[in-house]
């Protein structure tokens, strides 16, 4: 956790529990942190998965890496401390969106292992699941639509992960979804049938 710079700080608890929104949305609040590289199938897992998730009456919100930076994050860049920070900040908006009783998705690369640690460490326990969106690099750029592999290998793109910048996959995820050949709605159904093994999806 982040050191206060004010100690003249309370936390204020309202009337209204956890568990009162979760009965009143009949869904559980967890933060389904999706982590790969660029291109492996994160953002298009995350928005497909939420549609599926509405359709059958749940509150659902995406945290999606590209969005975040247009604004909460607009002055961060990509070397190590600023990835770390992004991902720092956006782990304490997940948790109150957890509290809320939402089932968000985060759409991160996240490429450090360590960062995306202390973002379970500060979540309840259940409230944190990883799902490593593992594509090989050949996927990826096969992918790249946006052409950010080429402009990296070229050089034009300093500290692009799995390029120039180190990805570290996850040790022990909730569930790893390999997008490599796979359809979007195998992965999405992977995802949503582990949701309701866990019990995130009551009636």
Same mark, same amino acid.
């Given at each position: 956790?982040?050191?206060?710079?004010?100690?003249?700080?309370?936390?204020?608890?309202?009337?209204?529990?956890?568990?009162?929104?979760?009965?009143?949305?009949?869904?559980?609040?967890?933060?389904?942190?999706?982590?790969?590289?660029?291109?492996?199938?994160?953002?298009?897992?995350?928005?497909?998965?939420?549609?599926?998730?509405?359709?059958?009456?749940?509150?659902?919100?995406?945290?999606?890496?590209?969005?975040?930076?247009?604004?909460?994050?607009?002055?961060?860049?990509?070397?190590?401390?600023?990835?770390?920070?992004?991902?720092?900040?956006?782990?304490?908006?997940?948790?109150?969106?957890?509290?809320?009783?939402?089932?968000?998705?985060?759409?991160?690369?996240? @490429? *450090?292992?360590?960062?995306?640690?202390?973002?379970?460490?500060?979540?309840?326990? &259940?409230?944190?699941? /990883?799902?490593? =969106? +593992?594509?090989?690099?050949?996927?990826?750029?096969?992918?790249?639509?946006?052409?950010?592999?080429?402009?990296?290998?070229?050089?034009?793109?300093?500290?692009?992960?799995?390029?120039?910048? @180190? *990805?570290?996959?996850?040790?022990?995820?909730?569930?790893?979804?390999?997008?490599? &050949?796979?359809?979007? /709605?195998?992965? =999405? +159904?992977?995802?949503?049938?582990?949701?309701?093994?866990?019990?995130?999806?009551?009636?």
């Amino acid at each position: 956790m982040a050191e206060l710079k004010s100690k003249n700080l309370t936390w204020h608890e309202g009337q209204v529990t956890r568990d009162s929104r979760e009965a009143q949305l009949g869904q559980r609040g967890c933060t389904i942190w999706l982590t790969g590289l660029s291109g492996s199938g994160k953002s298009t897992i995350a928005v497909a998965a939420e549609k599926a998730l509405n359709d059958r009456g749940k509150l659902t919100y995406i945290l999606d890496g590209d969005n975040i930076r247009h604004g909460l994050n607009s002055n961060l860049g990509f070397s190590p401390e600023d990835r770390s920070e992004n991902i720092r900040r956006i782990g304490e908006v997940a948790k109150l969106f957890t509290d809320a009783g939402v089932i968000v998705f985060t759409s991160f690369i996240s @490429p *450090y292992r360590t960062d995306r640690d202390r973002v379970r460490e500060i979540m309840g326990e &259940g409230d944190f699941l /990883e799902v490593y =969106v +593992a594509a090989s690099l050949e996927t990826c750029e096969g992918r790249d639509v946006k052409g950010l592999y080429a402009k990296a290998r070229k050089g034009e793109i300093p500290e692009f992960t799995g390029i120039s910048a @180190p *990805y570290e996959e996850p040790e022990a995820p909730e569930l790893v979804v390999d997008t490599n &050949g796979r359809s979007v /709605e195998e992965s =999405v +159904a992977q995802l949503v049938e582990h949701l309701e093994k866990k019990g995130y999806l009551s009636a």
